[in-house]
């Protein structure tokens, strides 16, 4: 029995479009996913943030009530008063305000690491999906392969990248938060 050519012809046709549409449907959903959850690690970052601010915020300020009655008592101790006693509590109220402001700085960096860390698994999501379009192209196994030892390659170099940077904005904020310990040290007495 001979089969009809033109009907195994619209049967790949019909193979070729039903792939094309699972392809697409997959790479939507898989973009979308990615896309949900990038927005969701970024709003519960950002909320996570502005609560470390705040309690840092409320912390300098107890910190610094907690060090005038602590500085008021070992004055009244000690028999300390007047110009001493003041100097010894601004430079105490001077010390806590700069451990506070670098431990700022540092939660302000870790802000930007997380967000760094939260492109680059953004990026490589979107060139995956690139790439998976790409796999379901190859002809052969050894395109096949090719293209694999690629994406890896470029997804290894990516992240070395990423760590790079989030490497150099690391030391910018433990430099940029010692910077300011060393100031308040420096500070006249």
């Known amino acids: 029995m001979a089969s009809n050519p033109r009907s195994s012809d619209r049967e790949s046709g019909d193979v070729a479009e039903t792939t094309r549409r699972a392809t697409e449907q997959a790479t939507r959903s ?3 996913a990615g896309e949900r959850t990038a927005r969701a690690g970024a709003e519960s970052f950002q909320r996570n943030a502005d ?22 008592q070992f004055n009244r101790l000690f028999g300390l008063s007047g110009e001493t006693a003041r ?19 540092m939660a302000d960096g870790l802000q ?17 999906m690139e790439h998976f379009d790409q796999l379901l192209g190859c002809r052969s196994p050894h395109e096949y392969i090719a293209l ?11 992240i070395l990248q990423t760590a790079q940077r989030v490497s150099e904005r690391s030391t910018r904020s433990a ?6 310990m060393s100031e308040a040290s420096v500070a006249p007495q």
């Open 30 to 32: 898989l973009s979308d």
């Open 51 to 72: 609560r470390l601010h705040a309690s840092w915020r409320s912390g300098n300020e107890a910190a610094n009530r907690i060090a005038e009655r602590s500085m008021e």
């Open 87 to 105: 100097q010894t509590v601004q430079q105490s109220s001077s010390n806590i305000q700069a451990m506070l402001e670098s431990t700022t700085i």
């Open 112 to 128: 930007e690491l997380s967000g760094e860390w939260l492109r680059f698994a953004q990026e490589r999501l979107e060139q995956n």
């Open 148 to 158: 694999q030892s690629r994406i890896a390659r470029d997804n290894f170099e990516a």
């Open 175 to 180: 430099d940029e938060a010692v910077r300011k």
